[in-house]
């Protein structure tokens, strides 16, 4: 356990202590944007984390072990976000990267710490020593903690696939405040758990361990929504898809003046500029052109003017000149409606739409740019970039789930909720942010598109943590399958297993997200909106109502898998199985061969060696 405490003091020690000597002006430019970031954050993180503390208290039924998930994360979320802006010495990070990343870290850092903590708990409750249960519950549960950061880490550092560096950035720094919470699950909560003691274990634990399979909110849950598995199935199947109409309406744009608070001075000019000139005088284009070769460039610059101003939805030019030395003439063309507009992408397509007949005729080459027009490539290249991501995801979840379940249908049913999930997710936030519902209540100026990467970062993230509860859910049905053959009571007891802690998760989750929408920046309340929606829809209506009833019906054939295929995939030992039979195997040597239960546990086939035709 001491050496726990060195590993994770020492991860501290390499970011706050060798990088200042390595960079100290960068990193006092760091302590200061830490700082600045902290006064616009730290509301957020005291009030997340009373409501993180309310609900761990509620299910661990003391302060000492409610009080130990949070000491985590904090820790988790100081290494990792202290850890993104010190190197910030080597690459550029916007204001939104510390934001998403102490957003994410804070939240599955309670989610990893409480998964542990519930299993050594449950160890403690079955008569081990706390340091012998901290250790088992660390190669136990801990197994699944890894695999599922491991998860979250690789959807987020696929943010690259947008081809976008900013984009890419968020994504690492994201993922690195992940690897953060997962190493100091690992490493200094098994050792705050061995310090605990039996305070860690409340009051009647052991009545509640033996009896909440047949009593209890999650086993009458379970029965219930596997009475009728076919008609539970269709009526959340229909009601994520009513909820997920709205997305068709989903506009995207990046974040200009226009969308500031009313009340900010930005916003102010912005509306003045508007009123005087008309709104497209906030979103000029510039044109320019390669004149170098001409003989007449003030001619040619007045002629491309001409076509520019008789292009459907240009109102004015501003400037049409050639620069000092002559070799590129500048054209400042105003369109008749605002940047974040569908009008104003139309007639930039009409415009750029002249080049070919401009090189033709003059022999120069024509491009459009400035801030407008960047900004709707940036939107319109994220746009093309979700199916590609989609697939990606979509294509990880599948093969990783395979290697965890050895079945064929449990992942295709766990790609299949996620989708559901992030069509919901897109509808809600659709729905108050295009359609304006409820706008009042998530501090909403006004209706409009959202900022343009929302999307990817959602799926991103909402990947990730819906393989989380997947894996925690599903893995313990598998387990039971596995040991006893009974399909439709493996359904039962392994979502009680597991429910408990998936339910405090997703709360907190939830909680942790949706403190981001009301006073958040403009640019996070989308993206805090959906991910808080998906979590709640993945947890409560996909994972735990969706995915049973899903395993009822498929019964036994759920885990079949071909001989041929379980041959060839490796083995992951999430659930810690390995480590189950080599203390059986040990126990049985210990009694000298006579221990029943331990020959029972050895005799037991491993997860690999489930049911495959």
């Given at each position: 356990m001491g050496a726990s405490l060195?590993?994770?003091f020492a991860l501290m020690l390499i970011i706050e202590g060798i990088l200042p000597f390595v960079a100290p002006a960068a990193w006092r430019e760091t302590f200061l944007r830490l700082a600045t970031m902290a006064d616009g954050q730290i509301r957020f993180v005291g009030l997340t984390s009373m409501l993180a503390g309310v609900v761990l208290i509620a299910v661990l039924g003391t302060l000492v072990a409610a009080g130990l998930p949070l000491l985590g994360a904090f820790i988790g979320v100081?290494?990792?976000?202290?850890?993104?802006?010190?190197?910030?010495?080597?690459?550029?990070?916007?204001?939104?990267?510390?934001a998403l990343a102490l957003m994410l870290g804070l939240a599955v850092g309670i989610d990893y710490a409480l998964f542990i903590l519930s299993r050594h708990r449950d160890l403690l409750a079955e008569g081990l020593a706390p340091d012998e249960a901290a250790a088992q519950a660390t190669g136990t549960a801990g197994s699944a903690v890894v695999f599922a950061g491991a998860t979250v880490a690789v959807a987020l550092a696929a943010l690259g696939v947008a081809g976008i560096p900013f984009l890419s950035t968020m994504g690492m720094a994201a993922a690195g405040s992940v690897a953060a919470a997962v190493l100091v699950s690992l490493t200094l909560l098994p050792a705050l758990l061995g310090l605990g003691g039996s305070r860690l274990m409340p009051r009647k634990v052991a009545d509640d361990h033996h009896a909440r399979h047949h009593t209890g909110v999650w086993a009458g849950w379970v029965r219930t929504v596997t009475k009728v598995p076919l008609l539970t199935a269709l009526l959340v199947i229909a009601g994520l898809t009513l909820l997920a109409l709205p997305?068709?309406?989903?506009?995207?744009?990046?974040?200009?003046?226009?969308?500031?608070?009313?009340t900010s001075t930005q916003r102010k000019a912005y509306d003045l500029v508007a009123e005087k000139f008309g709104p497209g005088a906030n979103a000029p284009f510039v044109v320019t052109l390669d004149i170098v070769a001409s003989t007449d460039p003030l001619g040619l610059v007045a002629a491309v003017e001409k076509r520019v101003l008789a292009t459907d939805g240009i109102v004015s030019t501003t400037v049409a000149t050639p620069n000092r030395a002559a070799d590129t003439g500048v054209i400042i063309a105003i369109p008749d409606a605002a940047a974040d507009t569908e009008r104003t992408k139309a007639t930039l397509e009409h415009v750029r739409a002249l080049a070919p007949a401009i090189k033709a005729e003059y022999g120069a080459d024509m491009a459009v740019?400035?801030?407008?027009?960047?900004?709707v490539d940036v939107s319109q290249r994220l746009y093309d970039a979700l199916l590609p991501f989609g697939l990606v995801v979509v294509g990880i979840s599948l093969i990783l789930l395979t290697l965890v379940f050895r079945s064929i249908l449990v992942p295709i049913t766990a790609?299949?909720?996620?989708?559901?999930?992030?069509?919901?997710?897109?509808?809600?936030?659709?729905a108050v942010f295009r359609w304006g519902w409820a706008s009042s209540l998530m501090g909403l100026n006004e209706p409009g598109p959202v900022i343009s990467f929302m999307p990817i970062i959602v799926m991103g993230v909402l990947f990730g943590l819906a393989m989380d509860y997947q894996v925690f859910l599903v893995s313990s049905m598998r387990a039971r399958f596995v040991h006893e053959g009974d399909a439709?009571?493996?359904?039962?007891?392994?979502?009680?297993d597991s429910a408990r802690v998936v339910t405090a998760a997703a709360v907190i989750m939830v909680s942790v997200f949706a403190a981001f929408v009301p006073h958040g920046a403009v640019y996070i309340k989308p993206i805090a909106l959906g991910l808080a929606v998906g979590v709640f829809v993945d947890a409560f209506l996909v994972r735990m109502t969706l995915i049973p009833a899903v395993m009822r019906l498929l019964g036994a054939r759920a885990w079949w898998l071909p001989a041929w295929l379980d041959r060839r995939l490796p083995v992951l030992d999430i659930e810690g199985e390995s480590?189950?039979?080599r203390l059986a195997l040990a126990a049985a040597h210990e009694d000298g061969g006579h221990c029943l239960a331990c020959l029972a546990r050895l005799r037991a086939p491993a997860p690999a060696a489930a049911p495959a035709e």
């Open positions: 060195l590993t994770a100081g290494v990792g976000v202290a850890g993104a802006m010190a190197l910030t010495v080597f690459y550029e990070m916007n204001s939104m990267t510390p997305a068709r309406d989903l506009t995207l744009a990046l974040p200009h003046n226009g969308t500031s608070a009313p740019t400035g801030q407008t027009a960047a900004q790609a299949l909720g996620y989708v559901l999930s992030v069509g919901a997710a897109f509808g809600v936030v659709a439709q009571r493996a359904v039962n007891a392994g979502f009680v480590l189950h039979r």
